[in-house]
């Protein structure tokens, strides 16, 4: 495989931006989403290890997601949306969904994690779309 057209750049900076986006989107809808998730205000608060495996997480997304566009040969800002959005459609939302369901979860976790995940997608892409 040649990752030699992804912009390393526009990665972290991609990552970055999706884990501010998903602080401030969680911070805003903390209680529902804790309701959805069934949790405890003390639960929702992520330490140092969570956060760090979020960020690698957010960074393996973005590297993943910088490959897909630069294969495709998607480098612009609505290539980047495109991929970013085709890539939540087909790889988020349905796993989501799925755990989700088996979990025993309703339908309103899904409609906030499903929103968080959709615009991460699309600010990753975007970046790395319009950088590359």
């Known amino acids: 495989m040649d990752f030699s057209g992804i912009n390393y750049l526009a990665?972290?900076?991609?990552?970055?931006?999706?884990?501010?986006?998903?602080?401030?989107?969680?911070?805003?809808?903390?209680?529902?989403?804790q309701e959805a998730a069934?949790?405890?205000?003390e639960q929702a608060r992520p330490g140092p290890a969570l956060l760090a495996i979020t960020?690698?997480?957010e960074l393996v997304a973005a590297f993943m997601l910088a490959a897909f566009i630069v294969w495709l040969?998607?480098?612009?800002?609505?290539?980047g949306l495109a991929?970013?959005?085709?890539?939540?459609?087909?790889?988020?939302?349905?796993v989501?969904?799925?755990?989700?369901?088996?979990?025993?979860?309703?339908w309103d976790l899904t409609a906030i994690?499903?929103?968080?995940?959709?615009?991460?997608?699309l600010i990753m892409g975007g970046v790395i779309g319009w950088w590359s």
């Open 11 to 33: 990665v972290a900076v991609a990552a970055v931006l999706a884990f501010v986006f998903g602080a401030v989107y969680y911070g805003v809808l903390s209680k529902p989403w």
């Open 73 to 79: 040969g998607r480098a612009a800002l609505g290539g």
């Open 55 to 57: 960020f690698v997480c």
């Open 83 to 94: 991929v970013g959005f085709f890539a939540w459609l087909g790889f988020v939302l349905p």
């Open 113 to 121: 994690d499903g929103g968080h995940w959709l615009a991460a997608r």
């Open 96 to 106: 989501m969904a799925m755990n989700h369901r088996y979990q025993g979860f309703g």
């Open 38 to 41: 069934r949790i405890t205000p």
